[in-house]
T-cell receptor, first 116, second 110 residues
Framework: DTAVSQTPKYLVTQMGNDKSIKCEQN?????MYWYKQDSKKFLKIMFS???????INETVPNRFSPKSPDKAHLNLHINSLELGDSAVYFC???????????????FGPGTRLLVL | DAKTTQPPSMDCAEGRAANLPCNHS???????VYWYRQIHSQGPQYIIH???NNETNEMASLIITEDRKSSTLILPHATLRDTAVYYC???????????FGKGTKLSVKP
């Protein structure tokens, strides 16, 4: 079984549309993350949730809204898609997201978003 | 910004050891050194981490200098499947997120 899974794997859409990316982890972890990898291959944190509560919200446009229905799921909804949103989006999870302590994160396979 | 400095690229012959250096001169006493890799188009994969002592697992060894200002990831017998971008990350601060730098692109050649 895949530990961290994302759907869809590929997403091609028109500018202005609204889309969602789903993430699920079956590791029993308390914390989940969304990262964005742009065309230059830089990986940057967007959000993290701990037990369904937002704990990190980096400078991302408010068109991006994470939603966590339960601690095993963290979905990313994007409104009014723009060309610059084209990227690979990775979901990750860790056991507790404990502050002040290093912790291993497990990543999903990524969702490749292309906005036309 | 990432708190680490790595060479942008390295080559290694198949079957030989790959030694990937990382400088983290501003590391704090409670911060860990983590290594991840990203094989083309896949999600980052955890390799190993350490605080002060050298560490070894089934994938690699991590050597951390005594002053903790630098470290080396060692892949003892590199294979073609080890070709990837390797990220050295210092973490363990106020939040649990990882700050990725540009990493080292390791090319293992036959």
């Amino acid at each position: 079984d895949t530990a961290v899974s994302q759907t869809p794997k590929y997403l091609v859409t028109q500018m202005g549309n609204d889309k969602s990316i789903k993430c699920e982890q079956n590791l029993g972890h308390d914390t989940m993350y969304w990262y964005k990898q742009d065309s230059k291959k830089f990986l940057k944190i967007m959000f993290s949730y701990n037990n369904k509560e937002l704990i990190i919200n980096e400078t991302v446009p408010n068109r991006f809204s994470p939603k966590s229905p339960d601690k095993a799921h963290l979905n990313l909804h994007i409104n009014s898609l723009e060309l610059g949103d084209s990227a690979v989006y990775f979901c990750a999870s860790s056991q507790s997201g404990a502050r002040g302590k290093g912790e291993t994160q497990y990543f999903g396979p990524g969702t490749r978003l292309l906005v036309l | 910004d990432a708190k680490t400095t790595q060479p942008p690229s390295m080559d290694c012959a198949e079957g030989r050891a790959a030694n990937l250096p990382c400088n983290h001169s501003t590391i704090s006493g409670n911060e860990y050194v983590y290594w991840y890799r990203q094989i083309h188009s896949q999600g980052p994969q955890y390799i190993i981490h350490g605080l002060k002592n050298n560490e070894t697992n089934e994938m690699a060894s991590l050597i951390i200098t005594e002053d903790r200002k630098s470290s080396t990831l060692i892949l003892p017998h590199a294979t073609l499947r080890d070709t990837a971008v390797y990220y050295c990350i210092v973490t363990g601060g106020s939040q649990g997120n990882l700050i990725f730098g540009k990493g080292t692109k390791l090319s293992v050649k036959p």
